[in-house]
Antibody, heavy 119, light 110 residues
């Protein structure tokens, strides 16, 4: 079955960077986009952007432009999301999710990675 | 404040029918497909409805959705205790060039 398995929890200091991985299996990796969505504790969902593993094309929410990079290693069928210049406002659970052509259609999701930013 | 507006909470008793609304504008709901997600406590969201009103395999037909102009609604009939969760609407916004999520609605089964 299709699975997205994310890397473990991270604790970072303000100003640092974090890279979260999303290892996929059960489908043709290059045929689907990977999106990233985050959720602060007790809050709603916030979309960060998408990447196409086949073309390398990306689309980022303007809010994160300049400090986010989404990449993939197709040999490992793994996607990565790097967020730089972290602040406490970036403390959240980060999810990867597969999509196919239609932005907003996310299925399935990874289990989530908690990123805590604290001095 | 979310661009897509959902009620913070709804409640119902087992067997009842409840609806969750999601309102937006012509640049999002009015011109793009709608998706609904269910998030059970402590878990990742799960796709419940795609392309306005279609259910993925495995989602019971107790869940349905409709769309009209710039708003959409999720209906859950024959309410069950395991339906207690947070529900989110989502769509693309042509003006903002990003995916929007509603603020989420917490469903309580009394």
């Amino acid at each position: 079955q299709v699975q997205l398995v994310q890397s473990g929890a991270e604790v970072k200091k303000p100003g640092a960077s974090v890279r979260v991985s999303c290892r996929t299996s059960g489908y043709m990796f290059i045929n689907y986009e990977i999106n990233w969505v985050r959720q602060a504790t007790g809050q709603g969902l916030e979309w960060l952007g998408w990447m196409n593993p086949d073309s390398g094309k990306t689309g980022y929410s303007q809010q994160f432009q300049g400090r986010i990079t989404m990449t993939s290693d197709n040999t490992k069928t793994t996607a990565y999301m790097e967020l730089r210049n972290l602040t406490s406002a970036d403390t959240a659970v980060y999810y990867c999710a597969r999509s196919s052509g239609f932005l907003g259609w996310f299925d399935p999701w990874g289990q989530g990675t908690l990123v805590t930013v604290s001095s | 404040q979310s661009v897509l507006t959902q009620p913070p909470s709804v409640s119902g008793t087992p067997g009842q029918r409840v609806t969750i609304s999601c309102s937006g504008s012509s640049s999002n709901i009015g011109s793009n497909y709608i998706y609904w997600y269910q998030q059970l406590p402590g878990t990742a969201p799960k796709l419940l409805i795609f392309r306005n009103n279609r259910r993925p395999s495995g989602v019971p037909d107790r869940f349905s959705a409709s769309k009209s102009d710039s708003s959409t609604s999720l209906a859950i009939s024959g309410l069950r205790p395991e339906d207690e969760a947070d529900y989110y609407c989502a769509t693309w916004d042509d003006s903002l060039s990003r995916v929007l999520f509603g603020g989420g609605t917490k469903l309580t089964v009394l």
